[in-house]
């Protein structure tokens, strides 16, 4: 089972099959030689195709925002100190005292000459009568606010309409009874307002003049 002398044996692979030789030291020898110049000559090698990179996202040009110092806000005086100030100059010195005293004044209307008592919308007076105005003469609250200003310059700007236009505070809009002197609306036409002033005298009259029952 073993070679004799002299004998040598080769093995190659080729196109993935196992070739075993065997003979005397020249034949291998050429075997050897014809292998090596096979593996000597070029070989095509197949081009790879290139390898495609991921689309890179362009650019976009940030904005630099400078971070907000974090602080209190500035503080900045209010409406009612100046408000104070100019409802002061236009009252007369019994009418400072009694703002100074009671936060309120009486101011006499220019047309009607009725005596009107102007309260701070904070006073017990005013949460009283649920209004700031209230005709002293015809007892009867005027009906009218401005929510939207401070207090001291709702009175002021009631005193003056009241002084010299007070048929735009006093009209069948403001005031509800009906035995009392009303203008006609200037703010709307000959109707406007005197369907609801008349509708709450009705009803007011109405509740004042039926009778309780003993029972009740």
Known sequence: MRPGHAVLTAIRFADGRCVTCSGSE???????????????APRAVPALPPA??????EPVAAVTVRRPTPCCPQCHPGAVGPASEVLLAFLSEEEHESWARERSIVVEGGLSGHRYLLAHRHTA??????????????????????????????????????????PWLRNEATLFCSDALKFKNPFGDGGDGMWDSSLTSNLGSAVLKCKVPDWA
């Open 26 to 40: 020249a034949e291998l020898r050429q075997l050897a030689e014809t292998a090596a110049e096979s593996y000597r």
């Open 52 to 57: 495609q990179e991921p689309p890179r996202p």
């Open 125 to 166: 007076r005013a949460q009283r009568v649920g209004r700031i105005c209230y005709d002293l003469d015809a007892r009867a609250v005027v009906h009218f606010h401005d929510m939207t200003v401070p207090p001291e310059e709702e009175v002021l700007a009631a005193k003056l309409i009241l002084e010299h236009r007070e």
